[in-house]
């Protein structure tokens, strides 16, 4: 049997698995945005109909879940497992919203790095032949994450140049052994790197390094450039990030250019609203691939994307404790062809 691993931590799908469908849901500031329209639905209520902003991601998982199976004419009877996470402890917005509707589960966590890593997962099940359809999926909500990991909404905090607001949003996308694409075509596994940063408020900078190591990996691993890439886009590292890893790549000698975005970057607009250095979040990545991104997959306008998701994985208690940030990054490349 041929193996489809690559290099160091690279993988190629040998049966790419195809997307059958995607949906995204956002919150009033991110539909403010430059991609407001391009998410399948908009909440002007913040929580989503619910009592409390917990509730209220659990909620956004819900829907955002069965608008992507109504695309794909499918049940969640249809489902052979999902892959799904959020920015929640122990993932409660995930396993609230999976309880008792009978579809194998994999609850997960790498922080804003999510919605690659479900989608990684879910396609090498799908290509390895385990499973036959499977769900990716990840969320995040603004007031659940700062109630969490900062101060209370009320508390009025300050915050820093380099900080990032949390997406209220979530993105699905179901994938099939058998579809007309885009497809998955093969993927990077990020390996956990910590460059001593410990400014809870610089999560860009945390996660930068990350990004390009497993960006440089997928590069060498799979014999590829960026030039053969339409789109590279991280998420999210924000504008501060985001300069991180050009500066990075350009002591190397490559120049990313425009071809290279980052989802923090495209769902605000920096420059009117008060986003400081972008948008983070499980739901940021998630909703930018899975309306804004896909969509463009879709008619054509990108023929090959790399999306890599990031992922700062602290939490308040290894702050608190003088704890550098861990982060992670996965890639996963999507092509029109390759079914």
Known sequence: MESAHRGKQSIVFMQPPAILSYASIAGKKEAAGPLGKT???????????????????????KSVMQMALQKADMKESDLDAAFLGDLLNQCVGSSFSMRNN?????????????MAESLLLAGMTISGGFCRTALALSSSHFASSERQYRFPLGYGGQRTPTAQWTVTGAGAVILGQNGNGPYLTNATIGTIVDMGIKDAANMG??????????????????????????LIVTGDLGKLGHQIVN???????????????????????LEKQDVHCGGSGCGCSASVLCGYLLG??????????????TGALLSPLT?????????????????????
Not at 102 to 114: D, I, K, Q
Not at 212 to 229: I, M, Q, R
Not at 248 to 269: A, H, N, P, T, W
Request: aromatic content about 10%.
């Open 319 to 339: 702050t608190q404790q003088g704890e550098s940030i861990p982060s992670v990054c996965h890639a996963v490349s999507i092509c029109t062809e390759g079914g």
């Open 102 to 114: 009978g579809v194998p589960t994999f609850g997960l966590y790498g922080a804003c790095s999510t």
């Open 247 to 269: 500066d990075l790549f350009s002591k190397d000698g490559v120049e990313l250019g425009s071809r290279y975005q980052d989802c923090g970057m495209l769902i605000f607009d």
């Open 205 to 230: 900078a945390a996660m930068a390094p990350a990004a390009y190591e497993t960006l440089k990996a997928h590069f060498d691993d799979l014999s590829v450039a960026p030039e053969d890439y339409d």
């Open 296 to 309: 463009k997959m879709q008619r054509h306008q990108l023929k090959r994307l790399l999306f890599c998701g």
């Open 39 to 61: 998410f399948d639905y908009v909440s002007d209520d913040t929580k989503f109909g619910q009592k409390t902003w917990e509730k209220a991601e659990t909620q956004m998982q």
